[in-house]
């Protein structure tokens, strides 16, 4: 079961007139965030040519895939839709930073510190760059992250250079292979109290930021947004990854996707190819 959200459960029509009413603010927060994160250079630019692109109505330059593991499903086997990457991480990068603080963390013979603790709910639950920044020197940047990494299963993933968090380069399958570590009650890197920690940060983001796979679930779930506007080319990355309930069956699913003109555009693409991955 996904983890007991801290304030009730908004309809479906409650939060998205939420999170459309708060686009404009996210969108003016932008600028704070890219000087926090550092300057972003352009993507290489994107190709638009997968069926699935098409599929779900991809415009212009605008380039998406996803991946879905059926938790219920015995052969756990994820699906591949559209451009297998990568992709910028934008935020969606802060679950990985704090699966490998809370891997060092272990290491030492500790948990997280009270102020980690502070910085980890407010890069999780409020998408906080401030309180990335310290904890991505802390696991000791890319190095640091590449290391964790391969506990963790990831294969094709690459830190970002520097201070550049949000330059991470992933693909959808990875990034499946990340939430597993997290929500999969197989054994894993991350012990069942580090879990159930990422978990609940997870399943508590500020109501704005709850747009992405949640468009695809039919009652719980627990997710992580990212979002980036190219500071060249005026384009946006917009990303989505978590856990869904849907039909009776837990999904993991992850949405990547650049090249979008606007913010608005990018979430509503993400959150076409969330529905129509986990639909099949």
Same mark, same amino acid.
Do not use: C
């Given at each position: 079961?996904?983890?007991?959200? #801290?304030h009730?459960?908004?309809?479906r029509?409650t939060r998205?007139a939420?999170?459309?009413?708060?686009?404009a603010?996210l969108?003016?927060?932008?600028t704070?965030a890219?000087?926090t $994160?550092?300057t972003?250079p352009a993507?290489?630019?994107?190709r638009?040519?997968?069926?699935?692109a =098409?599929?779900?109505h991809?415009?212009?330059?605008?380039?998406?895939?996803?991946?879905?593991?059926d938790?219920d499903?015995p052969q756990?086997?994820?699906?591949?839709?559209?451009?297998g +990457?990568?992709?910028?991480t934008?935020?969606?990068? !802060?679950?990985?930073?704090? @699966?490998?603080?809370?891997?060092r /963390?272990r290491?030492?013979?500790?948990? *997280?510190s009270a102020?980690e603790?502070?910085r980890? =709910?407010?890069?999780?639950?409020?998408?906080d760059?401030?309180a990335?920044?310290a904890?991505?020197?802390?696991? +000791?940047l890319?190095? +640091?992250? =590449?290391?964790?990494?391969?506990r963790?299963?990831?294969?094709e993933?690459? %830190?970002?250079?520097?201070?550049?968090?949000?330059l #991470?380069?992933?693909?959808?399958?990875?990034?499946?292979? &990340?939430?597993?570590a997290?929500f999969d009650?197989?054994?894993? $890197?991350?012990?069942? #109290?580090?879990?159930?920690y990422?978990?609940s &940060?997870?399943?508590n983001?500020a109501?704005e930021q709850?747009?992405g796979v949640?468009a695809?679930a039919g009652s719980?779930? /627990?997710? !992580?947004?990212g979002? *980036?506007?190219?500071?060249t080319? %005026?384009?946006w990355?917009?990303?989505?990854?978590?856990r869904?309930d849907?039909? %009776?069956h837990h999904?993991?699913?992850?949405?990547l996707?650049?090249g979008?003109?606007?913010? !608005?555009d990018g979430?509503?693409?993400?959150e076409?190819? @969330?529905r129509?991955?986990? $639909? %099949?």
């Amino acid at each position: 079961m996904l983890h007991p959200r #801290t304030h009730p459960h908004r309809s479906r029509r409650t939060r998205r007139a939420t999170v459309t009413g708060a686009l404009a603010t996210l969108t003016t927060a932008l600028t704070t965030a890219l000087v926090t $994160a550092g300057t972003f250079p352009a993507a290489a630019a994107p190709r638009h040519g997968s069926d699935f692109a =098409k599929s779900v109505h991809a415009q212009g330059e605008a380039r998406v895939a996803a991946a879905v593991l059926d938790l219920d499903d015995p052969q756990h086997k994820p699906a591949i839709h559209g451009d297998g +990457g990568p992709f910028d991480t934008a935020s969606i990068v !802060k679950v990985d930073i704090l @699966a490998a603080a809370l891997l060092r /963390a272990r290491d030492a013979g500790h948990g *997280l510190s009270a102020a980690e603790r502070d910085r980890a =709910k407010a890069m999780i639950e409020h998408s906080d760059n401030a309180a990335a920044n310290a904890l991505w020197r802390s696991i +000791g940047l890319a190095p +640091g992250l =590449k290391a964790a990494n391969e506990r963790l299963g990831l294969t094709e993933t690459e %830190g970002g250079s520097g201070t550049r968090w949000g330059l #991470t380069r992933t693909t959808p399958a990875d990034q499946i292979r &990340l939430l597993r570590a997290v929500f999969d009650d197989e054994p894993a $890197a991350l012990d069942k #109290t580090s879990r159930a920690y990422i978990r609940s &940060l997870m399943g508590n983001v500020a109501d704005e930021q709850s747009w992405g796979v949640s468009a695809a679930a039919g009652s719980d779930w /627990a997710l !992580k947004n990212g979002w *980036l506007q190219r500071n060249t080319t %005026g384009l946006w990355d917009v990303n989505s990854v978590g856990r869904i309930d849907r039909g %009776g069956h837990h999904y993991l699913v992850a949405v990547l996707s650049d090249g979008s003109t606007s913010m !608005k555009d990018g979430i509503a693409l993400v959150e076409r190819a @969330a529905r129509a991955a986990v $639909a %099949g």
